[in-house]
């Protein structure tokens, strides 16, 4: 979709305020409510002067701000600090400025030093996801998957961040974060690959947009073999490409090499990580030793080879094995739903911050597809997927199979689709409903 639609400013500002009427009352209020917050500083000495010459007295000085602009969720306002203020004094009184405005939040983000964004939320977004209206547009390998608290979008960059790891327990809303995942990028020219080894029952449905398929550990095995080939055919193009004569650019990844010979993409989707390497003898562990060097390897330098992961599951941690610690830490985007157990939710958001981490485990149970997300820049929010229902998702995928690019070396791991009798036509333009998440 295009850009956001002017709207009302939300249901739970000012009874439904359209954004003309908040914005008077913030603009009208602007100074006398950053007076009473103590985010004034005193007069200029030149203004004091001033006002004493014409026999009054100086009022203290707000912050200089721009005029507020209308967001999908509200609106925002950029601020210029006066000498002395830091970003952590609005952010103590965010709450304050909350009720005089009568907005459901405020947050507050530094943009630059001196400068900051207040942010005007006015319902609560996380509980009501209004994607038809306000859907951010897509771009290559570049995904809007869930809202934020602050109202704007978490945006999936795969160039930005090329691996993530996401967790959640059953009925949590990971299988909903996912499905947004895999059809926006089946709408793109992208190979997708899933590792399924619950015998396929979650990747199945995908799977007419599938490039490969594993639904055991054996065939996983293999598939993983095909895909280290694949990247160290891809390390030998690129090293071609910037030897290819004395005008040739030097390059380090396929993002670098012409159009015309740059490898087609590849999102390799892990389900449930555990299943995969589960271990009952000696000579399973040995089988799962090598599946996580492999996975280690794809995620060091799959990145330069256009090469990303995205590993989900209910839990992450010791049943990885020994390499556990350095897998997790290839995965740089982190999504935590709800999850069963405390060192889950600490594998997953600790080394980011140990804050997001708490916030995972208050996530309540009635409050499914709601996640935080994080990254190693050691920032993270909550946000909430918008639903998504299976049938939709697989009507995506059935609608956009056309679009599943060549790559031989996986040939021989394409999952068998069987062709449905004709029945009421689906559209691969399918969006996300408003619906609660319930799974």
Known sequence: ???????????????????????????????ATMDACGLTVPASAVRRATARMMGRQAAPVPPRRSFPRPTGAGLVMRLRMAAGQAPEDFTASADRLRHAWGAHAVHVRPTKPGRLELRLVGWDVLADVRPTQWRLASGPLRLPLALREDGEWHVRDFRTVPHELILGATQSGKSVYLRNLLCGLARQRVVLVGIDCKWGVELAPFAPRLSALADNSDRANELLDALLEEMEARFRLIG????????????????????????VPVVIVVDEVAELFLAASKDDEKRRDAMVTKLIRLAQLGRAAGIYLEVCGQRFGSEVGKGATMLRAQLTGRVCHRVNDESSANMALADISPEAALAATSIPAERPGVAVVGDSSGGW???????????EAAAVCRDTSALVPELPRLDSFRPVVTVESAGPSSSASAVPTSRPVTE
């Open 1 to 31: 979709m295009g850009a956001p639609r002017a709207r009302p400013y939300g249901p739970a500002a000012a009874n439904g305020a359209p954004y003309p009427v908040v914005a008077l009352r913030v603009l009208a209020s602007y100074r």
């Open 381 to 391: 929010s909550r946000v909430r997927s918008p639903h998504l229902t299976l049938d």
């Open 240 to 263: 071609l490409g910037g030897g290819a004569g004395p005008d040739a650019v030097l390059t380090s990844d396929v993002w670098g090499l012409p159009e015309a010979v740059r490898p």
